[in-house]
C-alpha cells in the first residue's frame, strides 16, 4: 500500500510537504492574529481586563500572555511607552 509513495514517485510526496512549509512560514511571518488586529483602545481594554481577573483560567491566562506580547511588541515598533 505504501510502496508506491515511497517507490520513485517521489514528486508527489513532495508537493503536499513544501505547500505546508510555505503554509507554516506564511503564518509565522504575517500578523494574522487577533491580537494583531486590535486597535490601540481594544488592546489596552483587553489588558486591563487581564489585570482585573484574580484567579484566571490557563486558556485566559495564555490568552492574556498574548495581550501582553503583543503591547511589548507595539513598543518595540513605535519606540513609545506603555504599561503592559
Do not use: W
Not at 3 to 28: C, D, M, Q, T, V
Not at 33 to 54: D, M, P
Not at 57 to 65: D, E, L, P, V
Amino acid at each position: 500500500m505504501c510502496e508506491g509513495i515511497f517507490a520513485g514517485n517521489r514528486s508527489s510526496l513532495s508537493r503536499p510537504l513544501y505547500l505546508l512549509l510555505f503554509l507554516f512560514i506564511l503564518a509565522a511571518c504575517g500578523p494574522i492574529g487577533k491580537q494583531a488586529a486590535l486597535s490601540e483602545r481594544e488592546l489596552r481594554a483587553e489588558l486591563t481586563q487581564c489585570t482585573n481577573i484574580k484567579n484566571p483560567s490557563n486558556f485566559k491566562a495564555i490568552s492574556c500572555q498574548g495581550f501582553v506580547h503583543e503591547c511589548e511588541k507595539r513598543m518595540k515598533r513605535d519606540g513609545k511607552y506603555r504599561n503592559c
